[in-house]
């Protein structure tokens, strides 16, 4: 009884100086429906959601204006630095917030959730992982595009086409993906696809390997656009694909034209009978 009893004390004492918890949260491609439902729940639960633009209109517009904090791009343009959000999540916290660091599909991917989570426990501030669909898998999973396939590709790779321009040496071993027969899945590789379309093609890649870009995964507005090694650029200039995209480089991206005309996700209802 009395262990009980001290153990309650000891948790209300703990609770009650305890900082804040920071929930790192990832929301799917865009589509309120695919976030998770504990995602869902800390986002009406918190009292702050740091974000920036790639959750999408649609999840962004559920959250109330005064709970929303923008750390992505400024008005000139300007990214927010990340070490002005890394800084602002651990003062929330500080002031005992339930706070909400919102990243499009999931955090650990690409989004530099795991430089926060760092940062966070440097600082001794409790946090937490929320898992989110990566548009990685997510964006091809809905333009019909299986990342995988048992008779496509038996592996995939994620890579990020944004270089670092000061980095003298590609951060991605291109001719190494080339040889490897998988699928290449490439996030933030909309304006340097000539770039990497070339190094695939010096590598040895067929021209005439599939390839996909899916635009705004998920989002009311989404598109994708389809050719080959040899045509993907002209094709991304012609349609005008613009950031966000995820670009698909594999037979698998050929199985979008197989089930077209029965995949659903993208039934407007302009095309609709
Ligand atoms: N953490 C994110 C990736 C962040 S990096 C995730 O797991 O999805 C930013 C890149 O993600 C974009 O440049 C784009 O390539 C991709 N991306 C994110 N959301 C997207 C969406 N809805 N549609 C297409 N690409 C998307």
Known sequence: MSDASDADDTERVASETAPGVVYL????????????VKGRRLLDEADVVLHDKLPGPEILGQIPEEKREDV????????????Y???RLVELAREGKT???????DPFVFGRGGEEAEHLANEGVPFEVVPGITSAVG?????????????HASSVSFVTGHEDPTKEESA????????TGGTIVVLMGVRKLPDYVKALRDAGMDPETPVALVERATWPDMRVATGTLDTIVDVRDERGIEPPAITVVGDVAGTRERVLKFLRNESKPESEP
């Open 172 to 179: 991605v071993n291109w001719a190494a993906l080339a040889e």
């Open 85 to 87: 959000t890394n800084k």
């Open 139 to 151: 964006g091809p999973a809905v333009a019909g595009i299986p990342v995988t396939h048992r008779n």
């Open 25 to 36: 949260v990832g929301s799917g491609p865009g589509d309120p429906g695919l976030m998770t």
């Open 99 to 105: 706070v909400v660091r919102l990243k499009g599909g």
């Open 72 to 83: 992505g791009k400024r008005a000139g343009g300007e990214w927010t630095p990340q070490e």
